[in-house]
Antibody, heavy 123, light 107 residues
Framework: EEQLLESGGGLVQPGGSLRLSCTAS????????MSWVRQAPGKGLEWVSS????????YFADSVKGRFTMSRDNSNNTVYLQMNSLRVEDTAVYYC????????????????WGQGTLVTVSS | SYELTQPPSVSVSPGQTARITCSGS??????AYWYQQKTGQAPVLVIY???ERPSGIPARFYGSTSGTTVTLSIIAAQAEDEADYYC??????????FGGGTKLTVL
């Protein structure tokens, strides 16, 4: 069974850092681009970032560009989101999501989703 | 920045067809995707590439497209279809974007 399991969420002060992890199982990890999508409390979905199957290319929403980085370890079926200079408005549930192709582009979509991990940025 | 516009809410009676629209200027050139999110749960893909249905999604979920608008239709909607629905696509530069979401009420 295909599964995505996020971890690493928690409470952090504004300006702080946090690293999220997402471990996959049940499919060929390197064949799939991976993404992070977030949802602020009571709000809609927002695409955050995506990384190609090889890990060679990553893409970010303007709202996090320059503060967040994304990486992956295909030997351990894990993708990471390093979040620096966190702001109150970054408070959200962060979902890991898998795409059916290794290339990130305009046809990227989110075939499977994890259950999410909550990040709270507050003093 | 590019936007996908959805109605905030749609309401139907059980057995009726629910139609949820999503409008965007790039939709004639970009595929649209639809996700269902029930309260407290992760989203689930229900339509991809405008009209395709993933395995395991009931046949009553139907996607269509016309010009700058794509539509998710739920034929003979059931109480279990109550959820938030989001469309997703990309702008002309390939940046991924979601619509604001539509709350479907079946009662």
């Amino acid at each position: 069974e295909e599964q995505l399991l996020e971890s690493g969420g928690g409470l952090v002060q504004p300006g702080g850092s946090l690293r999220l992890s997402c471990t996959a199982s049940g499919f060929i990890f390197s064949d799939c681009a991976m993404s992070w999508v977030r949802q602020a409390p009571g709000k809609g979905l927002e695409w955050v970032s995506s990384i190609s199957g090889s890990g060679g290319k990553s893409y970010f929403a303007d709202s996090v560009k320059g503060r967040f980085t994304m990486s992956r370890d295909n030997s351990n079926n894990t993708v990471y989101l390093q979040m620096n200079s966190l702001r109150v408005e970054d408070t959200a549930v962060y979902y890991c999501a898998e795409a059916p192709t290794p290339i990130v582009g305009s046809t990227t979509f989110f075939r499977r989703w994890g259950q999410g991990t909550l990040v709270t940025v507050s003093s | 920045s590019y936007e996908l516009t959805q109605p905030p809410s749609v309401s139907v009676s059980p057995g009726q067809t629910a139609r949820i629209t999503c409008s965007g200027s790039a939709l004639p050139r970009q595929y649209a995707y639809w996700y269902q999110q029930k309260t407290g749960q992760a989203p689930v893909l229900v339509i991809y590439k405008d009209t395709e249905r993933p395995s395991g999604i009931p046949a009553r979920f139907y996607g269509s497209t016309s010009g700058t608008t794509v539509t998710l239709s739920i034929i003979a909607a059931q109480a279990e279809d109550e959820a938030d629905y989001y469309c997703q696509s990309a702008d002309s530069s390939g940046t991924l974007v979601f619509g604001g979401g539509t709350k479907l009420t079946v009662l």
